[in-house]
């Protein structure tokens, strides 16, 4: 599989530390849609045990409900109700930056940017600001391989 990360590499102990020590995870870019991968990745995190908080603008003007969970407009509300452990974005990388911003805002312990998604500056400033970095890779094809079924109810990021 080739990847876009030109220099950025994640690193295997990175990855274990966020998945295991992760209990509630902010989703950037969900969908009712069920074809989508953002309301698969939602659901199957469900059933590991996180707790998946939907975000997406428009549903929540819609005052929709996605797999059991009020969907917020941004991650700023969500933050007022819940600690965020990480951030998952399902976007572009043009427009990640803007989200992982927010994520070191509210104080989110990580950002997650999804297959595809890269975004290497704004991997630096979460860097900076102390946050785990994952880039270009989804959650349920590395947790399977690393044998990891969720998150660790004993530890904490």
Known sequence: MSSKLGTWQNDDEVIR???KESKTIALVGASKNTARASNHVMSAMQQMG???IPINPGLAKQNE??????VYPDLQSVAAEYTV???DI?????AAGQFVDEAIA???KSV???LGVVDEEA??????ANLLVVMDTCPLMVAPAMGISGPDETSAL
């Open 112 to 114: 997650w940017l999804q």
């Open 17 to 19: 530390r966020v998945l």
């Open 106 to 108: 509210i104080g989110a």
């Open 90 to 94: 399902f976007r572009a990388s043009n």
């Open 65 to 70: 409900i996605l797999h059991g969970e009020k």
């Open 123 to 128: 991997g630096k400033r979460a860097l900076d």
């Open 50 to 52: 996180y707790k998946v």
């Open 85 to 87: 452990d990480m951030v």
